[in-house]
């Protein structure tokens, strides 16, 4: 068998690659109160978490995905909103993003009975290789401009293999972000 590969390398008839097993998805724990109904909002295939939209009044009130696709050379294309926002209609309707050329690797909650803020934490994509930086570059806060002292709680998660970034959300929600976390994949 040692023998055709070569003569396959050699000449040239089919590219001699190797594809790696994919890794399961990796849920984080999902952190907040125990109300609302569940909800995931997902980048969907070949897409990566590069942000939040959400609504905000006293604590988040709503929340949804912003997504980049992966081009077929690894470069991260436009981002768009996917899907609807999952939690109530009060609030100021907010965008946060991280810097062009970066991913969602993790979060931050902030919570008690309900979400009280969420800091996203980006690192920078390599394209050719298609993992993440093993640095955090920015902290995103997704919260009320002046925060209400929080629930109490606050825990932190970050993807565990840097081939998989975020990319999605999922968590309870009712007229109030009652509960949220990340999920990790490769895109």
Not at 42 to 51: D, K, M, P, Q, S
Not at 76 to 99: D, I, N, R, Y
Not at 118 to 128: F, G, P, Q, T, V
Not at 149 to 175: E, H, K
């Amino acid at each position: 068998m040692a023998r055709s590969i070569l003569l396959v390398m050699a000449y040239g008839m089919i590219p001699f690659t190797t594809s790696a097993t994919p890794l399961p998805t990796q849920y984080l724990p999902i952190w907040g109160g125990g109300g609302g109904t569940g909800f995931t909002r997902a980048c969907g295939t070949g897409r990566v978490l590069t942000g939040l939209q959400y609504r905000v009044g006293l604590v988040v009130d709503a929340v949804g995905v912003l997504c980049r696709p992966v081009q077929a050379d690894g470069q991260l294309g436009s981002q768009t909103t996917v899907g609807s926002l999952a939690g109530g209609s009060s609030g100021l309707l907010h965008a946060k993003s991280c810097s062009s050329g970066q991913v969602v690797v993790g979060a931050t909650m902030v919570f008690g009975s309900f979400v009280d803020g969420i800091h996203l934490k980006c690192s920078a994509w390599n394209a050719s290789a298609r993992t993440y930086g093993s640095t955090v570059l920015n902290n995103l806060y997704i919260g009320a401009e002046t925060p209400r002292p929080p629930g109490g709680n606050m825990n932190s998660n970050l993807c565990d293999a840097r081939i998989q970034p975020a990319v999605g959300i999922r968590g309870r929600a009712s007229s109030l972000v009652d509960a949220i976390g990340l999920f990790c994949d490769e895109p």
